[in-house]
């Protein structure tokens, strides 16, 4: 079994920056993929940014140039910075471990429990 620990939401005001860590506990060979998504209440899930294996990295685009993903596979982490915050933001933000390899035949996905970003005036 494998667990997300998230770390690093909170309160900001527009225009500030929160910097979003998770990390994945358990028995791990490889992750393909670490992403964040997000999602508010009533809304559709939204990926906000991804990292592969290799370093590649993908963004939403409301958040490209603000936001950066980074990944250290020694600690099965993922990080997200972000800057220049908007209201808009605001949303639980959830960490996914892709194509999480244990050993055996398959991979399996996994998630954390989410993190609160709120931003205010």
């Known amino acids: 079994q494998v667990q997300l620990v998230e770390s690093g939401g909170g309160l900001v005001q527009t225009g500030g920056s929160l910097r979003l860590s998770c990390e994945a506990f358990?028995?791990?060979?490889?992750?393909?993929?670490m992403n964040w998504w997000r999602q508010a209440p009533g809304k559709q899930r939204e990926k906000v940014a991804g990292?592969?294996?290799?370093?590649?990295?993908v963004y939403a685009e409301a958040v490209k140039g603000r936001f950066t993903i980074s990944r250290d596979n020694t600690r099965n982490a993922v990080y997200l910075q972000m800057n220049s915050l908007k209201l808009e933001d605001t949303d639980v933000y959830l960490c996914?471990?892709?194509?999480?390899?244990?050993?055996?035949?398959?991979?399996?996905?996994?998630w954390g429990q989410g993190t609160q970003v709120t931003v205010s005036l």
């Open positions: 996914h471990a892709e194509g999480v390899y244990s050993g055996g035949i398959y991979s399996r996905d996994y």
């Open positions: 358990g028995s791990i060979v490889t992750i393909h993929a």
């Open positions: 990292i592969d294996s290799i370093g590649r990295t």
